[in-house]
């Protein structure tokens, strides 16, 4: 049995003057852990297992897409699978019914072909539907309904998959988290191409250019925001891997691929404050945290002056926070569960512990006025962050946010790849791309300039990236003012 698995290209939401350019292609340092884990899954039970990282190849090959679908249908065919499975979020879902499916079914009808991921998780018959030619979708975890297939197990036996029925589609019953994700331990990144996504690059660490690379020492989240479809597919709460073997993965990560900064991709890195000061002080005690700097994601009514202090005597440089907006009225809409007041005094906490800001920020949610968004352009000014995560809101399927959304006709199921293309805001058109381009160019083009250089300026290669982020800056405002103009005529 051989099994193929998939990383598709990230096409990014590029609403934001690029209409013209709205399948733009997402860079991507983050190695698709979720397959790795999957391919360690099926290697520990005998089977052949091949990764093919489209998303890597895009970046490799200067966005030559035709090239990228030659080395796919060369290396399917050269590896001839019995199982195809692809990882699907929302923004690769293009690049898997329009590319992907089709070199397979042009290799070979007989292939099985498996989507799972959030994406298809929250829509799973949509996505049947859609897409003609993938054959099985397993929602939520994919470890062990892809080990029960691949070894032959009854379909109709194999909880958290929908499948073809002969002309109807079938859902089997649910499939429960397993709790002890030790059992998944460790990804096969040996099967991805570590040299590329561990050498140095300024997007891992956001910003800061180092050898770093992502972990998992966790799964789920306990909040459920509206805007978030995670939940999906890793189920509610939280499981943890045991301190030691996180320890032990990060040390073989050091040993391999010689890593210096580590970003610990957990949803809340301090859901159990025990576990956290647990990791701070092995990472203290094996020597590591004068090896490797990383950061971490913490929520604002979750700072820890004790804590944070621990972390950065562990290594710890920057901090992660989603603070998403600046206004009361659209938290409690997104259901945050934080307060403004609450992230204000963390930037001031984080700022005092001498660790780094990094702000995740949201606008175009759906009630938004203007009143709204200055007040989230004031707290991006105000709290002077050292990285600013600015994105605007896309309703992503499985969140609650989407589902509302359906139910008031604002947007359907037909047309979420367009999705981008709509402004969910009190505010008109004009005046939201105005306030868009203002803050990008600005506040968050500004800081991401001045930080980078401050951090990177004496490190060999990172001059280019500097140089880079001011090209980037000002054609963003070239941009903004063409595309304003348009807006205008």
């Not at 800001?357 to 962050?385: Q, S, Y």
């Amino acid at each position: 049995m051989k099994v193929c698995l998939i990383n598709p290209i990230l096409f990014s939401f590029q609403r934001l003057l690029s209409r013209s350019l709205k399948n733009n292609v997402g860079m991507s340092f983050y190695p698709p852990l979720g397959l790795c884990y999957i391919a360690n899954m099926l290697e520990k039970n005998g089977i052949k297992v091949k990764i093919i990282d489209r998303n890597s190849l895009m970046t490799k090959n200067r966005s030559n897409q035709l090239v990228v679908d030659n080395i796919t249908e060369a290396e399917i065919r050269k590896f001839k699978p019995d199982i195809v499975g692809i990882s699907v979020v929302t923004p690769t879902f293009f690049d898997v019914r329009r590319n992907i499916v089709k070199i397979i079914r042009k290799i070979d009808s007989k292939i099985t072909i498996i989507a799972g991921g959030a994406h298809v998780s929250a829509l799973p018959e949509d996505s049947l539907q859609i897409c003609s030619e993938i054959d099985i979708i397993c929602r939520g975890e994919g470890e062990l309904v892809m080990l029960e297939i691949a070894k032959g197990a009854k379909i109709e036996s194999i909880a958290g998959i929908t499948y073809r029925d002969g002309n109807n589609i079938a859902n089997n019953q649910k499939r429960a988290p397993h709790n002890n994700i030790d059992d998944f331990c460790f990804p096969s990144r040996h099967l991805v191409d570590m040299q590329y996504y561990s050498k140095a690059n300024p997007h891992v660490m956001h910003g800061i250019y180092s050898k770093a690379t992502t972990i998992f020492t966790s799964r789920g989240c306990p909040y459920n925001c509206t805007f978030c479809a995670g939940n999906i597919a890793l189920g509610r709460g939280v499981r943890f891997q045991s301190i030691d073997l996180v320890i032990e993965e990060i040390e073989k990560l050091i040993a391999d691929y010689e890593i210096e900064g580590l970003y610990f991709a957990d949803d809340v890195f301090d859901v159990s404050k025990d576990r956290a000061v647990s990791i701070c002080r092995k990472l203290i005690k094996n020597n590591m945290h004068k090896k490797i700097r990383w950061n971490a994601q913490l929520r604002a009514n979750s700072m820890d002056k004790d804590l944070l202090k621990l972390m950065k005597e562990a290594g710890c440089i920057r901090v992660d926070v989603g603070f998403e907006s600046g206004s009361q009225k659209t938290l409690d809409v997104i259901n945050k569960g934080t307060t403004v007041a609450q992230n204000y005094k963390a930037a001031e906490i984080l700022h005092e512990a001498g660790i780094q800001v990094h702000a995740n920020m949201i606008v175009g949610l759906p009630g938004e006025d203007m009143e709204d968004l200055d007040k989230t352009r004031n707290f991006m000014k105000e709290i002077k962050p050292h990285w600013i995560g600015f994105g605007e809101f896309v309703p992503l399927p499985g969140s609650k946010l989407f589902d509302d959304l359906l139910d008031r006709n604002l947007i359907n199921r037909e047309s979420i790849e367009e999705v981008e293309d709509l402004n969910f805001t009190k505010v008109d058109d004009k005046c939201f791309y105005e306030f868009i381009n203002n803050v990008r160019n600005k506040i968050v083009n500004p800081t991401r300039v001045k930080n980078y250089f401050i951090q990177n300026w004496e490190k060999p290669g990172a001059f280019l990236y500097i140089l880079k982020l001011i090209i980037e800056s000002i054609v963003d405002k070239l941009r903004s003012i063409f595309f304003l103009k348009d807006m205008k005529q």
